[in-house]
C-alpha cells in the first residue's frame, strides 16, 4: 500500500500565472543580453566589457535557478500527472444536478422540509493528534443506529475551536424518509450550497452546539459527509471556517483558496470523481490518493468504506511528504496544547 499526493507545498506549486512569469524572466534575461553591442565593441571597451561580464554572473545565477523552478515542478507534475488525467473534466456536473433537481421536483420531490437537530449526548474527549483519530470519530458516529453528527470543541489559550464530523450517506431514499443522508441530499449537495437537507441539518446541530462567529470550525466529513462539509466550509455562516477533512468525497467542485484542505481519496473509489473535475493544485490543498484492496473491507464497495480509508489515513500519518506533512500540521495545530475537549453528538432528521 502506497500513497501518492499533490498539492500542499507552496515550493512545488506551477500555477499558469508561475509558468507565465518564468517565461517573462527568461525572456527579459535574453533581451538583457541582447542589449549589448557585438562582441568585437566589446573586446574595444574595457568598461563595457566589465558591465557586460557582471551583468552575465547576475542573468546567468537567475537562470540557474529559474531552471531549477522548472526542474522541481516538472517533478511535481509528472508525478501526479497519471492521477490527474485519470478523470475526465466535465464542469457542468453541477448544473446537471440543478436541472435534475427541477425535473424532480416537477414529479413531486419536496425541497422546503424542514429540518432539526437532536442533542443525545455530551461527553469529554482528548484532542486529536492524527488523522487516523479524525476518521475514528467519525467512523463511530457512522455506526449509529440514527443519523449523527458530531460537534467537538477545544479551548486553547486564545481561540475555541470545534470539529464538525459529517457521515456520508446512509440511505438511498429520495427525500421521503426522515434520514437527510440519503440519495436526495447527495444529488441537492452537488447542486450547491444551502439546499440539501442533510446540510441544513448540520448548521442546526451547529448552532445548538453554541458555535459563535469568533469560533474557529473544522469539518471532516466522509462521502456525502465530505460534499456537506464542503458547502460549509465554502459558505461559512455564523463561524471562521478554518480547514476542512475529506474522505472519498466529490469536492473538486469547491473554491476554496485560504484554508488547510485535506482531500483523501481511493483511486477505484468512484465516489470522488462524482464533481466531475480534478482537484486543484495548490498550496493549501493536499489530495492524497491509494488503491485499495478487496481484501481490506467486507463492504459491498470495499474502495469507499471507512475502514479501507482508515488503512490510508494510516500511511498519511506516516507520511514525510511535505505537501501532506505541511497541510496536517495546519490542520492539527489548531487543537494543540487544548485541555480536554467537549464533544456533543446530534441526531438530525428531515421533518414531515
Known amino acids: 500500500m502506497t500513497i501518492d499526493s499533490y498539492g500542499g507545498n507552496p515550493d512545488i506549486v506551477a500555477t499558469r ?54 526542474l522541481v515542478a516538472s517533478e511535481q507534475y509528472f508525478s501526479t500527472e497519471a492521477q490527474i488525467h485519470r478523470r475526465f473534466e466535465i464542469h457542468f456536473v453541477p448544473a446537471l444536478a440543478a436541472v435534475a433537481t427541477t425535473v424532480a421536483t416537477n414529479l413531486g420531490w419536496k425541497l422546503d422540509h424542514s429540518v432539526s437537530a437532536t442533542k443525545i449526548s455530551t461527553a469529554a474527549t482528548s484532542t486529536p493528534n492524527s488523522i487516523t483519530q479524525l476518521l475514528k470519530r467519525l467512523a463511530q458516529l457512522s455506526s449509529k443506529n440514527q443519523p449523527t453528527v458530531g460537534v467537538d470543541f477545544f479551548q486553547t489559550a486564545d481561540q475555541r475551536t470545534a470539529i464538525v464530523y ?26 450547491g450550497h444551502g439546499v440539501a437537507a442533510s446540510e441544513r441539518a448540520v448548521l442546526e446541530a451547529m448552532n445548538q452546539a453554541g458555535i459563535a462567529e469568533t469560533d474557529q470550525v473544522i469539518f471532516v466529513g466522509h ?25 472519498g468525497a466529490p469536492i473538486a467542485q469547491l473554491k476554496l483558496t485560504k ?15 462524482a464533481s466531475g473535475r480534478v482537484n486543484p493544485l495548490s498550496k493549501n490543498w493536499v489530495t492524497i490518493q491509494r488503491t485499495s484492496l478487496a481484501s481490506e473491507s467486507e463492504a459491498p464497495m470495499h474502495s469507499h468504506s471507512s475502514k479501507s480509508y482508515k488503512n490510508t489515513t494510516q500511511e498519511v500519518d506516516a507520511s514525510k511528504v511535505k505537501g501532506i506533512v505541511n497541510i496536517k500540521q495546519q490542520l492539527l495545530s489548531q487543537v494543540q496544547g487544548a485541555p480536554v475537549g467537549k464533544a456533543m453528538d446530534f441526531v438530525i432528521s428531515r421533518e414531515f
Open 17 to 70: 500565472e508561475e509558468i507565465h512569469r518564468v517565461a517573462f524572466e527568461i525572456k527579459l534575461a535574453a533581451e538583457q543580453l541582447a542589449a549589448f553591442s557585438s562582441i568585437e565593441s566589446l573586446l574595444c571597451d574595457p568598461l563595457r566589457q566589465l558591465q557586460y561580464r557582471a551583468a552575465t554572473i547576475n542573468l546567468l545565477s537567475k537562470l540557474e535557478q529559474l531552471h531549477t523552478n522548472c
Open 223 to 247: 462521502s456525502q459527509g465530505g460534499m456537506v462539509a464542503g458547502n460549509l466550509a465554502q459558505h461559512p455562516a455564523g463561524y471562521i471556517t478554518a480547514g476542512l477533512v475529506t474522505i
Open 259 to 273: 484554508v488547510p484542505v485535506m482531500a483523501i481519496e481511493h483511486v477505484n473509489d468512484l465516489i470522488p470523481n
Open 166 to 191: 459529517i457521515p456520508g450517506t446512509q440511505t438511498l431514499g429520495l427525500g421521503d424518509g426522515s434520514n437527510p443522508l440519503d440519495l436526495h441530499s447527495n444529488i441537492l449537495a452537488m447542486q
